[in-house]
């Protein structure tokens, strides 16, 4: 197969991803320092843990003084879909990946990151691996050093605009994908469904924390769908050797 | 406040959990995964996940739910055209924008 591992190819497209993270960091720069943490800490958080949910989530179990125990498990259950698309990347990996390079890439495999990587139509290398996410981190990094700073002089209006951000740049790649394929479509919409009973219903969404809303909806509708409509086998070209 | 010793320990477990999730699956998988299955559930999975965080969370990120729906509607139907990641997150974003400052100069 195929293989993308041009590095100026990876930053291109970690651009938008660095953009758009440029604003929610923004905005989580914002709420760390509103709820008490300081400039540093709010920096330090989103470098060495690089996700929005699982940092929104984090942030009042710190300042309340919550257990070591509470904020482990509650970043072990928001994040656990890493594991999930950290599987599904290493199989987009090409040949020039090597282990070291696992250890590093792991390391900022976000949603966004993982969702534009795996829909490039060849496998991806390490130099590519390694410019998609140096572009996002940069951004996710500034965004939150200058919410931090420069939060509390922009207006409430624009804080709110910045909110759609993430969720717009879910929808952008998802669509694209969904209008070329029918089973993701379906998937999708199957998915979405699972999603809003979880949150409508009062008895679920009181009881499921939203975390565990996320698991259990994308394995139900993943589980479902490789059931029903299930990728065509791997053409295989080379000979194999091993047996 | 939340002083610096209490906050590193903090910080250690956060973002040890957070990276071990990450690092363990993709270190530890080290062949093509065959399993049509399996191949094929992998295949969803981001698809399924993102549309999950997307909805219905998009409609209460914003001020007001209209302006949401409003941001929504936008990002959905340039991103069904294929415009970047980038210019569909900004429409979005100045979309939520427009549509609440009229909601302001109205009310």
């Known amino acids: 197969m195929r293989e993308q591992n041009n590095f100026m190819a990876g930053i291109k497209d970690g651009f938008p991803i660095c953009l758009g ?25 989103s470098m060495l843990n690089v996700t929005s949910a699982g940092q929104l ?9 919550g257990t070591l ?17 950290s599987v599904s990347l290493s199989q987009k990996f090409g040949k020039s990946v090597r282990l070291v390079d696992k250890f590093l890439v792991s390391f900022v495999n976000t949603d966004e990151v993982f969702a534009v990587s795996s829909s490039k139509g060849m ?12 572009t996002p981190f940069i951004g996710w990094t500034l965004g939150t050093l200058l919410g931090a ?12 605009a910045l909110g759609i951000a993430i969720y717009a740049m879910f ?4 669509t694209p994908v969904a209008r070329k394929e029918r089973p993701v479509l379906l998937c999708s919409l199957f998915a979405i469904a699972l999603s809003c009973v979880f949150n409508f219903i009062p008895f679920l969404s009181k009881h499921i924390s939203s975390g565990f809303i996320i698991i259990i909806c994308t394995i139900v509708a993943s589980v479902v769908f490789a059931l029903v409509a299930p990728l065509p086998p791997e053409q295989e070209k080379e000979v194999d050797i091993d047996g | 406040m939340v002083e ?5 320990l903090y910080l250690l477990v956060m973002a040890g959990v957070t990276y071990l999730v990450r690092m363990v699956p993709m270190v530890l998988i080290k062949k093509k995964i065959k399993n049509t299955f399996v191949r094929s559930f992998l295949y969803y999975v981001p698809y399924a996940v993102l549309s999950v965080m997307t909805i219905p969370a998009i409609f209460f990120s914003t001020s007001y739910l209209i302006s949401a729906i409003c941001g929504f509607l936008v990002a959905l139907v340039l991103s069904y055209f294929n415009r970047s990641l980038l210019v569909v997150a900004a429409s979005a974003c100045g979309t939520v924008l427009v549509v609440e400052l009229l909601i302001k100069l109205i009310v």
């Open chain 1, 21 to 45: 993270y440029l604003s929610v960091a923004f905005a989580f720069g914002i709420t760390a320092v509103n709820s008490g943490l300081d400039i540093w800490q709010a920096v330090l958080i």
């Open chain 1, 57 to 65: 989530a984090g942030v009042p179990i710190i300042v309340g003084g």
């Open chain 1, 69 to 85: 125990l509470e904020l482990g498990a509650t970043q072990l259950i928001i994040n656990l879909r890493y594991a999930l698309m």
């Open chain 1, 123 to 134: 496998d991806v290398g390490r130099k590519y691996m390694y410019g998609i996410t140096l």
């Open chain 1, 149 to 160: 700073v420069a939060g509390n002089i922009l207006p409430a209006i624009v804080i709110s």
């Open chain 1, 171 to 174: 929808v952008a790649i998802v």
């Open chain 2, 4 to 8: 610096a010793g209490p906050f590193l």
